[in-house]
């Protein structure tokens, strides 16, 4: 199964290729979607847009997952981001593909085993389990670790949704599977 990670940004974007094997994650390609620091906001969701669609042509992604928003200090801030995420997200579901939506504690917790893991350390754990060369940079290892986080993910929810009800309420216990 190949996922396509994003990390959504109204500057830049970055975006993770993985392919998920059984137990075993490969790198595929990992990058970054520059819409600028300046200028009007419907050209730079479109270059997201058209970028996103270029990924997705490219790499032909099985399924995609990208971060959550969080509420930021500055309200304005979280709209236009949310707005990039928009553009984003219509990209991915134009393609077709079932989109997965994680929050950056689900994403830190799953990639280094501590919800407020920072940066530096996401970026060594995404550079250590896909056994890259050296460390990639913060968008596009947000993005990887995204992609990291559904791959982790996927398995289970695959496995629950799979349950009939009966079944889901014998083999749940407080809340975990057993």
Known sequence: MIILGIDPGLRTTGFGVIEKHGSKLRYIASGTIKAGLE???????????AGVREVVATYGPDCAAIEKVFVNV????TLLLGQARG????ALVGADLEVAEYSPTQIKQSVVGSGKAAKPQVQDMVARLLKLPGLP???AADA??????????HDTLSLLNALTPQTATLRMKRGRLV
């Open 39 to 49: 200028g009007a906001l419907p050209p730079r969701l479109k270059i997201i847009l």
């Open 74 to 77: 500055n309200p304005q801030s």
């Open 87 to 90: 553009a984003a997200i219509c």
């Open 137 to 139: 940079g913060s968008d």
């Open 144 to 153: 990887l670790g995204v992609a990291i986080c559904h791959a982790h993910t």
